[in-house]
């Protein structure tokens, strides 16, 4: 059974930047596509980036582009989003999502990670 554990969020001040990671476990992280989602209070969950399975990113939202990356190290088995200029309306739960090689649908699901940038 495929499971994802995110790390690294915290409280950052606006301009601040964060990394969170997303270490991969009871799979092979070079046979899964990534993406990362975030849920803000009182909002739906949304896509922010996703990597493909060879690396690739695939697309990012538009709040996002220019401001936030992905990046994976299969060797580790773990995929980070590096996020910088953070805004206070980046504050939200942060979730990875896995998805099987072949599949656009992320099937595979971490627990979450809170990121709070203060204003």
């Known amino acids: 059974q495929v499971q994802l554990v995110e790390s690294g969020g915290g409280l950052v001040q606006t301009g601040g930047s964060l990394r969170l990671s997303c270490v991969v476990s009871?799979?092979?992280?070079?046979?899964?596509?990534m993406g990362w989602y975030r849920q803000a209070p009182g909002k739906e969950r949304e896509f922010v980036i996703g990597s493909t399975w060879s690396g690739a990113t695939t697309s990012s939202a538009d709040s996002v582009r220019g401001r936030f990356t992905i990046a994976r190290d299969n060797a580790m088995n773990t995929v980070y989003l590096q996020m910088n200029s953070l805004k206070p309306e980046d504050t939200a739960v942060y979730y990875c999502?896995?998805?099987?090689?072949?599949?656009?649908?992320?099937?595979?699901w971490g627990q979450g990670t809170q990121v709070t940038v203060s204003s």
């Open positions: 009871g799979g092979t992280l070079g046979n899964y596509g």
């Open positions: 999502a896995a998805s099987s090689k072949g599949s656009s649908r992320y099937s595979y």
